[in-house]
């Protein structure tokens, strides 16, 4: 188990934070020194050629990657060059760093890290990369792939008050910090609490931090906007696995998830929207909608949810026995893989899928929606303004009739376009396709009616008119192109490949770019 954590000290603090910015300790100021060859290979956990870009290098900042980044002792007359206003000492006094010999070596990894281009710095626990050894049960992670993909699909409206779940040392609130009046932060961890303090001070922001799992500290209370990346890691329960606090609930199968769709509800405010990451167990006969559907009866909440990707129950017992700093081949992963797959197998669990959990809280007495999609394709990036503008529009067609999508005027969006395919000597395609450019990416194959509606989407009829044009052009029955225009703005619209001529007009404030 681990005992240090970094202490926060009011006058030591803001001198570290003084000595990372001057030296140049910054995400621009590492990828320049480093080159994307050196990154790339931190990011696959290889440390060599960061090594070799450093080792040669006097730079202050090359100084604290292999301090803080990389775990190699430093000797302490470079450390104090590289920290001149809070020196060896402070580092000490903040529990940053140990003295062996006429070396200083980290007790974390301190690493720079940017939201919308403001400079901030994080620190944890030190990886594998740095120590070559497992993690320990109550690691506290640092920045990783789940962290920043959390992070860029989170949608940013102000807000006054924002939630989030399983803080970990902090990352999704520091986000969160550029955009909402209040930050309440939560974790069972009081390792993790004391890495979220730290980095809160670090970062010269105020978060309340509150002890206890899940929601339990914010019992009675709301919020405007709730984010998590919860331990949602499917663990089996036998003992044979390690139970990391940063990925294990303490539940069986996907219960966290599950808790969490059914519970978050009671925490949001009219209009709130909660955004995080799971996964959920396919068993035999069944699909994926069928058991995420379940979480969301009775909830009352509008959902949308992404799955990215699936694994079978193999390829899922690699990745957390991998992540965890086993090596396949030794004994301890293989005991591990064997508890997973009789999990799984208990279960009858076929696969396990992963994605994005989009939910909020209607403002208006109706029925809520609920959209279980599959993109396992690229996307955009970041995807926070594209959920946001997918709850606006799936809010709007939530809300109004058949009728009010007919007499609006729809706009093909401006990163949309056509693609025909056609056989060599015939005169007509035999595939007409949209493709939309940011987002979703998505690709939508198009009938005669809707090529045709398609085509005349530029702001000058609504679809009432249009429909009515194409019916006669075609001849055939008016209600019958009515209802397929109506079906495929309601499929287009909410993922914004169509647009209300009305938006289009307004100012590109955000708020209006939002709107329907």
Do not use: K
């Not at 920290?83 to 720079?112: M, N, Q, W």
């Not at 909660?274 to 058991?291: C, I, K, M, P």
């Not at 991998?322 to 090596?327: S, T, Y």
């Amino acid at each position: 188990m681990s005992t240090t954590t970094p202490r926060v000290d009011d006058a030591l603090v803001p001198a570290l934070r003084a000595d990372l910015l001057s030296a140049g300790f910054t995400v621009a100021g590492v990828s320049d020194l480093l080159g994307p060859m050196a990154l790339g290979a931190l990011d696959r956990e290889q440390s060599l050629p960061a090594q070799r870009v450093t080792a040669d290098d006097d730079s202050r900042c090359s100084t604290l990657i292999r301090l803080f980044t990389l775990g190699d002792p430093v000797d302490a007359r470079d450390v104090a060059t590289a920290l001149p206003t809070l020196g060896v000492d402070g580092a000490l006094a903040l529990g940053l760093v140990a003295a062996e010999g006429d070396a200083i070596v980290a007790l974390a990894d301190v690493r720079p890290y940017a939201t919308d281009g403001v400079d901030h710095w994080v620190a944890s626990d030190l990886a594998e990369l740095a120590t070559g050894r497992p993690l320990s049960p109550d690691h506290v992670l640092g920045i990783g792939g789940a962290s920043a993909t959390l992070a860029s699909w989170t949608p940013r409206p102000q807000v006054a008050r924002a939630l989030d779940v399983g803080t970990g040392c902090g990352i999704q609130a520091l986000h969160l910090a550029t955009h909402a009046d209040e930050v309440v932060v939560t974790d069972l961890s009081e390792r993790a609490l004391a890495y979220a303090a730290f980095n809160a001070a670090l970062n010269s922001v105020d978060w309340q931090i509150r002890g206890g799992s899940m929601l339990e500290p914010v019992a009675g209370e709301q919020f405007s906007l709730i984010v998590s990346n919860p331990p949602f890691v499917i663990t089996p329960r036998s003992g044979d696995v390690p139970l990391f606090e940063y990925r294990d609930g303490g539940a069986s199968g996907d219960a966290i998830v599950a808790d969490l769709v059914r519970s978050i509800g009671a925490h949001l405010e009219p209009g709130g929207i909660a955004q995080f990451l799971g996964n959920w167990e396919v068993r035999a006969g069944s699909t994926w909608q069928d058991q995420v559907g379940g979480w969301l009866v009775g909830t009352g909440l509008d959902a949308w949810v992404i799955q990215r990707e699936v694994q079978d129950p193999a390829e899922y017992a690699e990745t957390w026995a991998r992540d965890g700093g086993h090596h396949a081949g030794t004994a301890d992963f293989d005991r591990m893989y064997a508890a997973w797959l009789d999990d799984f197998a208990s279960r009858e669990v076929e696969a396990i899928g992963f994605g994005v959990i989009t939910l909020a809280r209607p403002m208006t007495d109706r029925q809520a929606f609920v959209d279980l999609v599959e993109v396992r394709h690229p996307v955009d990036a970041p995807m926070g303004p594209t959920i946001l503008a997918g709850l606006f529009a799936r809010t709007w067609l939530a809300e109004h009739s058949d009728d009010d999508v007919l007499d609006t005027t729809w706009v093909m969006a401006a990163d949309v376009h056509e693609e025909r395919h056609t056989l060599p000597g015939a005169a007509d395609p035999s595939r007409i396709r949209l493709h939309q450019g940011g987002g979703l990416r998505r690709t939508v194959d198009l009938t005669t009616v809707t090529a045709a509606y398609a085509s005349v989407c530029d702001g000058e009829l609504s679809a009432r008119v249009a429909a009515a044009a194409i019916a006669g052009v075609l001849g055939v029955e008016a209600e019958a192109v009515r209802e397929e225009i109506v079906a495929f703005v309601r499929d287009t619209a909410r993922d914004g490949l169509l647009v209300s001529a009305s938006s289009v007009a307004m100012t590109t404030d955000s708020a209006d770019t939002n709107r329907l």
